[in-house]
């Protein structure tokens, strides 16, 4: 089975900035693809962010410039710095990994609030 352990979530105020860590774990796993949704009150969960194994990614267009989403293969994490926040961005943040051991699968972490507010 595999695991997400996400991290770095909290308070940030508008101009300022957060890290979210996503780490999996799962015996015989290779992780191929992690990244990024978010889910706001009352609105749909989208993607943020996402990087795959070759090192393409694809942003929301609203977090282009002011988010990053890089990923360490040696620790299996992925991380998300976000840059210039607004309040907008608070949401409930999930990582996402598609782990292939046979046949691939999606896992989700429980997600990490971010609040932005001044």
């Known amino acids: 089975q595999v695991q997400l352990v996400e991290s770095g979530g909290g308070w940030g105020q508008p101009g300022g900035s957060l890290r979210l860590s996503c780490a999996a774990s799962?015996?015989?796993?290779?992780?191929?693809?992690m990244g990024w949704y978010r889910q706001a009150p009352g609105k749909e969960r989208e993607l943020v962010a996402i990087?795959?194994?070759?090192?393409?990614?694809n942003y929301l267009d609203s977090v282009k410039g002011r988010f990053w989403i890089t990923r360490d293969d040696a620790k299996d994490t992925v991380y998300l710095q976000m840059n210039n926040l607004k309040p907008e961005d608070t949401a409930v943040y999930y990582c996402?990994?598609?782990?292939?051991?046979?046949?691939?699968?999606?896992?989700w972490g429980p997600g990490t609030q971010v609040t932005v507010s001044s």
């Open positions: 799962g015996s015989g796993f290779r992780f191929v693809t």
């Open positions: 996402i990994c598609y782990a292939k051991r046979v046949t691939t699968k999606e896992y």
């Open positions: 990087m795959h194994t070759a090192g393409g990614t």
